[in-house]
């Protein structure tokens, strides 16, 4: 069976800077607050009308590019976002459109921010089956049109980013890289620490949405603070030592960590907890936040392109997000 290679990344984020004092001018917050908090120093806003399959686009041609490949070579698109164009079709269908591939099978899949984890590890599979040679994985996020800077959203509202990211899989020409491993994990039990109640079926009305929806703040993110930084420390620490087991590989084999960028707190945590060598460790989440799903593509791609991760390197990914859901992907580049 034939190992599946990342073959190319890429990734867009949209030319607006938004400091944190810019962000004071939209809620009762403060720099020193976020920087203690958070660690994010700055993050990127799409402008009004740019969605995520916008964003999704340049990353996209990018990847493709890096792969030394043409659009028409991709056989399969799987797309995550939670922060969709439209309620329905998938963003799938609208990125494809774009992107000038009918025909060609689409995947939406909602793993919030371990999307380029579950992407990889169905692409992996693809490829591997022989079902399809190329396949495109693309992760993109609007976050600034969900900025909810009342008392109750701040806390999330002042870490959000818009970018996305992409990779090409495809079968590897030898043995010698590849996706060595994808594992994941999810526990619906804690899906209530960080969701948005409406709209939803579950509310028990016929009406989709409702002004008290809106006024009450339940067409919002709405997270429990304290329970998705511990959950987030600790399944994202556990990843790390799952991969390593699976793999029979020892820390000082990985040669770069990249995390998803949540915050830089609880990077310094999963560090201190891991033992993983800090220089090792790729961080940008000063820079652009937390991006949801498209973070960890973003980062990816930037470290690769800085020479952190180069031919050869091995490097290991792993995520957590609201589910919850995690996991890490083991590569060899």
Not at 215 to 238: C, I, L, P, Q, W
Not at 241 to 268: C, K, T, W, Y
């Amino acid at each position: 069976m034939t190992r599946a290679k990342i073959l190319g990344t890429g990734h867009y984020v949209p030319p607006r800077v938004v400091t944190n004092f810019d962000v004071m001018k939209m809620m009762e917050t403060s720099n020193e607050f976020i920087v203690e908090r958070t660690g994010v120093e700055r993050r990127r806003h799409a402008e009004a009308g740019v969605a995520a399959s916008d964003l999704a686009v340049p990353a996209c041609q990018a990847a493709i590019e890096d792969a030394g490949l043409s659009m028409d070579q991709i056989d399969l698109v799987i797309m995550n976002t939670i922060t969709p164009d439209h309620a329905d079709p998938g963003c799938a269908f609208f990125l494809q459109a774009k992107l000038g591939l009918p025909g060609v099978p689409v995947l939406d899949i909602k793993q919030q921010c371990a999307g380029l984890i579950y992407g990889l590890s169905l692409a992996d599979h693809f490829v591997r089956a022989g079902t399809y040679r190329h396949v495109l994985v693309a992760c993109s996020e609007v976050l600034s049109t969900r900025i909810d800077g009342s008392y109750e959203g701040r806390n999330i509202a002042i870490l959000f980013g818009d970018g996305a990211g992409a990779v090409v899989v495809g079968p590897a020409e030898d043995d010698r890289a590849g996706i060595l491993s994808t594992i994941l994990h999810a526990d619906g039990r804690g899906a209530k620490a960080l969701y948005t109640a409406a709209p939803g079926s579950a509310l028990g009305r016929k009406e989709h949405v409702t002004k008290d929806d809106i006024d009450a703040g339940r067409v919002h993110f709405r997270m429990d603070g304290k329970t998705v930084f511990e959950n987030g420390v600790g399944k994202m620490s556990e990843a790390v030592f799952e991969s390593l087991e699976a793999n029979g590989l020892a820390m000082d084999q990985i040669d770069v960590l990249v995390p998803h960028q949540a915050n830089l707190r609880m990077l310094e945590a999963i560090v201190a907890r891991t033992g993983f060598p800090q220089a090792k460790v790729y961080v940008n989440v000063p820079e652009y936040g937390n991006v949801a799903s498209a973070s960890l593509p973003i980062a990816l791609d930037e470290a690769r392109k800085c020479g952190m991760i180069r031919q050869g390197s091995v490097a290991l990914l792993v995520a957590f997000g609201s589910g919850f859901v995690w996991g890490s992907a083991l590569v060899r580049m």
